[in-house]
């Protein structure tokens, strides 16, 4: 190795010993952090980003203490968005560090002879984060870990405590891991600015390590680990690993029933040892796992017990289920088994694409599609953990949209093209949030020191000066607009902040953190908490409902304020799972499909099915029966309707129910469609004076009206024009629940409305109400007032996407299609069950997919079979009816 | 006055007991003004940096009732505020709002169990635990009583309107009324749940006999006996529809 000379000859000794090759990440960034400067680590999961972050900094602690210049401080900051993962992160650093001697050995009477002393033998290690308990905390503040691993939330209250202050002065090295999932939220906005602040704090300037998953564009991402005009050096080792992705697409007509979808990822797992079913959404992982285990039983030819006996609940010793909505408890026991291999196969939502410690996974599984290409890297990149091994993924299509999102993904990996992280312009309720703790206990920091300290975070470089001012008057007290407040979270003399003791601080501590609280409800069987559903959906409940929460089938025995109580049950759930946010697939993707639609629809045109077809196995890589199902999927919708186009959408009028019902394929991605279809509502108000019903989804958006409420053809032609986009925009959001919830939470981080007071948390029912009311009063009072603008940004900006939406507003060349087809089009079936909502149950969907189908084949009749000279899609292996 | 009525801008309930719109309850022959749970300040409690807006709005909305209903007495039935714990400039905002309403009528301060009976006195002056007026004993509402009449406050009775709306509501029997909150921070209790079953059932020991009067800023809405109110909109629910079959087959333009 050619570093080896420059590391720490014990950290040498034991990479000769135990590393043999360095990984091409390693071996790239070692000498920047030798050199101890700033670098930025792009690369795939397991590809050893995290010890060639730390090998520079254990070498260096080894030498301070051969010099005996190693002191009772923390070094080196190591700082991961999760919890579990830095707990993994410390547990997999002692390992070497003990094998190379650096380690003290637990209860050593040299250990505890030295204690009293000042300069150090031994390196150490600690975890501080919202667990940890307060007696450790205390002995690490009498001895700080040398290596601290810690979150954004935990910094910032280290950062607000003198007692932690002294021990951070000596900091060299700061490591920010899974960058890519922190610098795109607010918790990264904070963060930027918790690291401007330690270079406040610290005695010299130290450097700054960012890992990430495969992310772009690099040079934002660089920048905003550096912050200021830093300089930074880039890893780029994206690429690294070989991706495989198979589209499996088990149907025959338009749709494959979730038990068909689990029984084909009950194949695809039989054949491997591990592995991961990937879903979008909680709900869906409950199902698939639920589904799965009958299939399994099935296999077994377990009896089933036949009748009203209820049976005897579903062995699920073989499948996990692992979400963001369980019991952290019941999440680590999925994950430790997984890694010792006791369990095989484990149903997962977005909750295991970070880099929680998983071991070993032969294959991966995507139920549906990933929706985005990053996220698709992430998932298939579970697969295989070795650098050099093929990382292979399945993706299961369940409709012919999914098959057609697949191969687009699938593209836009070939070519490289990554959705860009979008970082959030300057937020200011985490601005707010870290002034208090900027001035605890009793700081005072002139305005424009301040000013200039926020600057240097990234995501705060075009902070105006007023906009600082602005926060600071509302939280000396200055209330909203004219009205008066009387709680002072700092003080404010016009020059400078400052802060205002004990009281306000300790206000602070309990509710530092932008994470907004998930309105959630626990849900108790047999009097231990199961996991939580949210509120929302807690609320649709009755008593005697059946539903499914990791993966058992529940039936609710009684609804109470503290809670669900439900009791296992046998049977069909009655009521469709909660909805947790729906991920959406991004811009760069949605041109991609695009792309594919238009590309065959062109062919199509030109009557060369088989065309088509070819232009699908050679630019996207499908097989022959997926491109059949896509090719029959366009040639359908050309029959009926028209495939919309880049600049050209088209909008479908329909009757349903009675209702003049408007779909707009609009294609631009679903932030974008979600800002549209927010506009349009907003238009149709104006027009009719009638409120709407709007479904969104990937491909574009639905707007159902009122009865006896109509909108002539040219009418809606003109709902797509940018005139007056914002002001519509903002008509359009006015009284959505989108904008109060928001608030909600931006009340909460911004310390306006506190989630936690003198020690309990206030009730959240009456939180949500409570800041409905604030919402409705701020907005009469201010409308310039920091925290609504913050929420307005938030929406438009994060949230939704207006200035992508008005770009494509403008980029419509001439007037929309606007169509009037004899049946429910193909393009639409997706958003047509969805906007029906709750009232669709999962299984349901399929069966209404199918009839809308069956429709377009009656409609089409002999006309589709003229056009289209393919082979029948061929069903993949055998499935049963 | 089983049945529903149509809105109104009064409500007679019992024994000279009116119910008016706000949550306010009117005795007639005492002419006294009975408002509970105004929790004053609240948005301090709950952790706010904000205006005490609700402070100066429930002020407002209780000397207009007195003036229209030449009000000789104003009964704050408990919960005036939430907590001694506020800030002085709360403190001061809360005893001027009092002091307003003093300069008006004689204000009676119920004892509540949010004000922690005798630690806002700081705020509130002196509180009575319980008052006789026009034969009804007023008590917050927090302990049980024993007496032929009372009116309480404390449970926040509402009605959801759908959509997370709530409506204040009255409960009342010829023994029992049971006032709204005045605080604008509530969605109350849902007197159509099964706690508010529960929590009633202490006060009353047919709850479902209990009349319903929602009260808007400016009517008052007679909703009949809980338990018939209760059928009736469990009827109008039943089944979750599968109104979805008709989109199947879009109608011609």
């Known amino acids: 190795m050619s570093f080896a000379e420059r590391l720490h000859p014990d950290v040498a000794r034991w990479c000769t010993e135990y590393l043999r090759e360095p990984t091409p990440p390693q071996r790239d960034a070692l000498p920047f952090g030798l050199d101890r400067r700033t670098h930025l680590i792009c690369s795939p999961t397991g590809t050893g980003k995290t010890l060639a972050a730390f090998l520079p900094i254990i070498s260096r602690l080894a030498a301070l203490r051969d010099r005996d210049e190693l002191l009772a401080r923390t070094y080196a900051l190591y700082i991961s968005p999760l919890r579990a993962l830095g707990y993994d992160v410390e547990h997999n650093l002692r390992r070497p560090m003990r094998e190379m001697g650096l380690l003290e050995r637990p209860n050593s009477e040299r250990g505890k002879l030295r204690r009293g002393r000042i300069r150090e033998r031994f390196v150490r290690t600690g975890v501080r984060t919202g667990d940890t308990p307060q007696q450790e905390r205390r002995l690490m503040l009498a001895r700080p870990p040398h290596i601290l691993v810690t979150t954004p939330e935990s910094l910032a209250v280290m950062l607000g405590m003198e007692s932690y202050r002294k021990t951070l002065r000596l900091i060299e090295t700061v490591v920010v891991d899974e960058v890519h999932a922190l610098a795109g939220n607010k918790r990264g906005s904070q963060l930027a600015l918790l690291l401007e602040s330690l270079e406040e704090l610290a005695d010299a300037p130290f450097n700054r390590v960012g890992l990430s998953a495969t992310v772009a564009p690099l040079e934002r991402v660089a920048r905003f680990v550096a912050g200021g005009e830093r300089p930074c050096e880039i890893v780029d080792h994206r690429g690294l690993r070989s991706i495989r992705i198979e589209i499996d697409a088990p149907f025959a007509g338009a749709v494959a029933p979730l038990a068909t979808v689990a029984r084909r990822a009950v194949e695809l797992a039989q054949g491997v040892r591990t592995s991961l079913v990937f879903t979008n959404v909680r709900s869906q992982a409950e199902r698939v796992a639920l589904e799965m285990a009958h299939a399994m039983e099935q296999d077994d030819a377990v009896e089933t017990v036949a009748g009203d006996e209820p049976r005897p609940e579903r062995d699920l010793s073989r499948i996990g289920v692992h979400h963001s909505a369980l019991e952290r408890s019941v999440r680590h026991r999925v994950e430790a088994a997984l890694r010792a291999g006791a369990l095989r196969t484990v149903v997962c939502s977005s909750s295991l694409e970070l880099g929680v410690d998983i071991g070993f996974i032969d294959r991966v599984l995507i139920v549906g599609g990933a929706r985005g290409v990053t996220p698709t890297l992430q998932r298939v990149g579970r697969a295989g953990h070795r650098p050099d091994a093929v990382a292979s993924g399945v993706v299961i299509a369940q409709d012919r949209d999914d098959i057609i999102e697949a191969a687009a993904t699938r593209r836009c990996i070939a070519d490289g093209a990554i959705d860009d992280i979008v970082v959030p312009e300057a937020p200011l309720d985490v601005l707010a949030q870290w002034m208090v703790g900027s001035v605890c206990y009793d700081k005072r920091i002139p305005i424009d020191e301040l000013l200039a300290t926020a600057r240097r975070a990234y995501p705060y470089r075009d902070l105006s000066r007023d906009e600082m001012l602005r926060c600071a008057r509302y939280l000396s007290a200055g209330g909203v607009g004219a009205d008066e407040a009387h709680v002072h979270r700092l003080g404010f003399d016009g020059e400078a902040i400052y802060g205002l003791g004990r009281d306000v601080c300790a206000a602070f501590f309990e509710n530092v953190g932008t994470i907004p609280d998930e309105q959630q409800v626990y849900v108790r069987v047999h009097g231990a908490d199961v996991g939580r559903v949210e509120e929302g959906f807690a609320s649709e409940l009755r008593v005697g409902d059946v539903f499914v929460l990791n993966g058992r089938t529940l039936r609710v025995k009684e609804l109470g304020v503290s809670g669900i109580v439900a009791e296992p049950y046998a049977g069909r759930p009655t009521v469709p799972q909660w909805s947790s946010h729906l991920k959406g697939v991004p811009a760069a993707l949605a041109r991609e499909i695009t792309r594919l639609r238009t590309g065959v629809a062109a062919l199509l045109r030109e009557r060369d099915p088989r065309g088509a077809h070819a232009f699908l196995l050679e630019r996207y890589g499908l097989d022959g029966g997926a491109a059949a199902h896509v090719v029959r999927y366009i040639a359908q919708q050309q029959a009926l309707s028209a495939v919309p186009e880049e600049r050209r959408p088209v909008i479908e009028i329909y009757r349903m129910d009675r209702r003049q019902t408007a779909v707009f394929h609009t294609c631009a991605g679903r932030r974008v469609n979600e800002t549209l279809g927010r506009i349009v509502g907003a238009r149709v108000f104006a027009f009719a004076r009638a409120n709407t019903q709007i479904t969104t989804d990937d491909n574009g958006f639905l707007i159902a009206l009122p009865p006896k409420v109509q909108v002539p053809d040219d009418v809606w032609a003109r709902m797509l024009e940018p005139r007056d986009f914002d002001r519509d925009l903002l008509e359009g959001l006015r009284s959505s629940h989108l904008l109060r919830t928001m608030f909600r939470h931006v009340a909460n981080t911004g310390l306006l409305v506190l989630r936690r007071a003198a020690g309990r948390t206030l009730r959240r029912g009456s939180q949500s109400w409570n800041s409905t009311k604030i919402f409705e009063r701020v907005w009469r009072a201010d409308r310039e007032f920091p925290l609504l603008r913050e929420t307005l940004r938030t929406v438009t900006r994060d949230l939704l996407d207006a200035p992508a939406a008005k770009a494509y507003l403008e980029s419509i060349e001439g007037a929309p299609r606007v169509l009037h087809p004899a049946a429910a089009t193909p393009f639409t079936f997706g958003i047509i069950t969805s906007s029906f909502g709750d009232s669709v149950v999962l299984d349901d969907r399929t069966s209404m997919v199918e009839a809308l189908h069956d429709r377009v084949l009656e409609v089409l009749g002999e006309r589709a079979a003229e056009g289209i000279d393919l082979p029948e899609p061929a069903l993949p292996l055998t499935y049963g009816t | ?253």
């Open chain 2, 1 to 253: 006055m089983s049945a529903p009525r149509p809105s109104a801008e009064r409500f007679t309930l019992h024994h000279g007991a009116v119910a008016l719109p706000q949550g306010l309850l009117w005795l007639e022959s005492a002419r006294t003004l009975v408002a509970a749970d105004a929790h004053l300040a609240y948005e301090e409690v709950i952790g706010g940096a904000l205006p005490l807006w609700s402070t100066a709005e429930s002020t407002h909305a209780l000397l207009l009732a007195a003036r229209r209903m030449q009000a000789r007495e104003l009964v704050l039935l408990g919960d005036v505020i939430h907590g001694s714990r506020m800030s002085e400039g709360a403190a001061r905002t809360v005893i001027a709002a009092l002091d307003l309403l003093r300069a008006e009528m004689r204000v009676t301060l119920v004892a509540g169990n949010h004000e922690g009976r005798s630690r806002g006195a700081a705020v509130l002056g002196a509180t009575e635990e319980a008052i006789e007026r026009d034969g009804w004993m007023l008590v917050h509402g927090d302990r049980p009583v024993v007496a032929p009449r009372t009116i309480v406050g404390h449970l926040h009775p509402s009605l959801p309107l759908g959509g997370g709306a709530h409506v204040p509501a009255f409960l009342a029997s010829p023994r029992t009324i049971v006032v709204p909150a005045l605080t604008p921070y509530s969605n109350g209790l849902n007197v159509l749940s099964r706690e508010a079953v529960a929590a009633l059932r202490t006060l009353e020991a047919e709850p479902n006999a209990l009349h319903v009067v929602a009260s808007t800023p400016d009517r008052v809405f007679p909703f009949g006996a809980l338990g018939a109110l209760r059928a009736t909109l469990r009827a109008g629910t039943g089944a979750r529809p599968q109104r979805y079959r008709r989109a199947l087959r879009p109608d011609r333009p």
